[in-house]
């Protein structure tokens, strides 16, 4: 199980509790998967961001160039449908390259559900041990074992539905006409809508309790 | 002439000259972090208009029934960040304004103090690598008039923005623009420049 602790940090202070075994060695490494994959998710997110700016701006170029095409050129046709077939070939280069990141994205709720389902599994453990009240003493400070499942199932959901959000965005985005549209479809990228500021408090107090984060 | 009185207000102009020195330093840096931060307001207008602009139940998006709601959100909180740290800089721009001002101050009251002994050819005498002191007087409550103006006005349009005034927050790159003075500035390196004999003169 502990190579599952991913590229979490081994301080002296986590190592401290390192001697934790069964539920609590699965809760522990399932926190520290969880802090990676969502920093994991940021970083994809930035480089997702920057990628859906470029699509919008190549969109934007190439309308522009139809509206000078439409006046009277000045430019001959021939050059006009190389610069044209230009973009276009950039534009495929971008969307393909936002769907890569939309993949990854999709692989890392994919691990997220994983985390989840093996914390239903420690949870379904612990049942079977200790009957449907649960075990009478904590396995950290604080928390039962049935928060760390809701945890979990919190923070899945939202990140589930932020996917659904990419995803959308990702067939939308360089079919869209209007700017405006463009620009929500940006700053919901960006802004991300469905990770609300609870997120970081929840990720923050799994790893309090676990130990991952000094008390 | 009294002596010790004319090189009394010599010593405290040379260190109210260094004091605009670091303070104009400090000033400017503070106005330039300023920048990105007013642009960003900006573009945050931007996104809340565009979300405005748009019908989301007529487009793709209307699959996310509180995604409206909760963008909106998003973007307040991110414009209120960015006007919170827009106010820290204000304080520093405050501090660097009272410094100046409270050493401006002290100059002007050692002078007033020795008006007696300071006759008017002491104050105004000057030479080729020596400005009078009269002059000298002068340009740095120029200076101080500059912050002092500078920081109101700059604070009031500060005041002036809200969360939710999009139109304000959309023009507020332009007025913020709009309030340099390049000319005032100027001012300061030249009165610098002028005074940069005098300073090594200690």
């Keep these: 199980m502990e190579g599952e602790s991913g590229d979490i940090t081994m301080t002296s202070a986590n190592r401290k509790c390192s001697a934790v075994t069964g539920s609590g060695r699965k809760i522990k490494d399932n926190t520290a998967d969880w802090h990676n994959l969502i920093l994991k998710w940021e970083k994809v997110n930035e480089e997702g961001f920057s990628t859906a700016a470029k699509i919008i701006n190549i969109r934007r170029c190439q309308s522009e160039d139809q509206l000078v095409n439409k006046s009277p050129s000045f430019s001959s046709p021939a050059t006009a449908v190389s610069a044209a077939t230009g973009g276009a070939a950039e534009l495929q280069d971008a969307c393909c390259k936002l769907q890569d990141i939309v993949n990854k994205m999709v692989a890392i709720v994919t691990k997220m559900e994983s985390l989840m389902t093996s914390q239903r599994g420690v949870q379904d453990l612990e049942e079977f041990q200790f009957g449907p009240e649960g075990r009478k003493i904590p396995l950290f400070h604080t928390w039962n074992t049935k928060q760390f499942e809701s945890t979990s199932c919190f923070l899945l959901d939202i990140y589930s539905q932020e996917l659904k959000l990419k995803q959308t965005i990702l067939q939308e985005l360089a079919h869209t006409t209007t700017s405006d549209l463009c620009m929500v479809y940006l700053s919901c990228w960006l802004h991300q809508p469905f990770i609300h500021p609870q997120t970081r408090l929840t990720l923050e107090a799994l790893l309090l309790e676990t130990g991952h984060r000094p008390l | ?202």
């Excluded at chain 2, 960015?82 to 501090?95: F, P, R």
């Excluded at chain 2, 409550?141 to 500059?146: F, I, P, S, T």
């Design chain 2, 1 to 202: 002439m009294s002596k010790p009185a004319s090189s009394a207000l010599h010593q405290a102009l040379r260190k109210s000259f260094q004091t605009l020195e670091n303070n104009h330093k400090v000033w400017k840096d503070v106005l330039d972090e300023c920048s990105p931060l007013i642009v960003s307001l900006g573009n945050l207008a931007e996104q809340s208009r565009a979300l405005s602009n748009v019908q989301l139940s007529n487009t793709p998006l209307r699959i996310f029934p509180d995604l409206e709601e909760r963008l909106r959100f998003k973007l307040l909180q991110a414009t209120d960040t960015v006007l919170g740290k827009l106010n820290e800089k204000m304080s520093s721009l405050q501090s660097v304004r009272d410094t100046f001002s409270n050493q401006v101050s002290a100059v002007s009251q050692l002078y007033e103090q020795n008006t007696s002994s300071l006759d008017l050819l002491t104050v105004t005498e000057r030479s080729a690598t020596f400005p009078s002191v009269a002059d000298m007087l002068e340009w740095l409550q120029d200076a101080e008039r500059h912050f002092r103006q500078q920081f109101l006005r700059r604070k009031t349009l500060l005041q002036l923005l809200t969360a939710d005034n999009l139109s304000l927050l959309e023009s507020a790159p332009e007025r913020w623009k709009s309030l340099e003075s390049p000319s005032a500035e100027e001012n300061i390196a030249d009165t610098l420049c002028k005074v940069s004999f005098f300073m090594e003169a200690q």
